[in-house]
């Protein structure tokens, strides 16, 4: 039954864009009112500041603005909400099938390509969810998931052996990391002091 729904929406956006005077898909109408609400704000701005303090449209102007605002940072936490869950999703068809990466409440934040010196040379992620830390080793198209510790439990030595390393100790084995760039390193660093305060 859900193919048949799928293959009649795809006819039916398909007929939609045949009729269409300008040649544009769907998906192109669909994205530009959300791709336009971020240029709202300077237009009102600019219409606010030459808007005289004793015109009666004033107020209306100002609240209109900060509900924009508002707006806009919905539209913000969402875009990334779905663009993490999108990366999550990706993981999870990469890592071993019993593996469960998916939780509800579960937020990707950060991704950091790095270099794993021990226990075994190799390349792969370190992972910052709202709630774990993963490592993974790269191999092939797959994931192989070396460690996951929750962030309360999360223990490093920063700049062990060298300033573009951390050392983890997990279940009394030793994991030497180091991030590709100093850049990546600062960026995840801050990212989960951040979540931890």
Known sequence: KSCREKSSFNNALNEIESEDPYGRDFLSYYVTPVQR?????LLLRDLNKRTPNW???????????????SVNKQNDNTAQRVKSLMMMETLSNELPDSYEILKFERQLLQIAQVRILKPKN???????????????????????????????????????????SITVIFHKKQFVVAFLEDNDKKIWMEAIENLRS
């Open 122 to 164: 190799g390349m792969g992620s370190l992972y910052l969810f709202n709630d774990i830390v993963l490592l993974t080793q790269r191999e092939k198209k797959k994931q192989i998931p070396l460690f996951q510790i929750e962030i309360e439990s999360f223990r490093y030595f920063n700049c062990r052996p060298n300033g573009f």
């Open 37 to 41: 609400y971020p240029r709202y704000p």
């Open 55 to 69: 015109h009666p449209d004033k107020i209306f102007l100002e609240r209109a603005l900060v509900e924009l605002e």
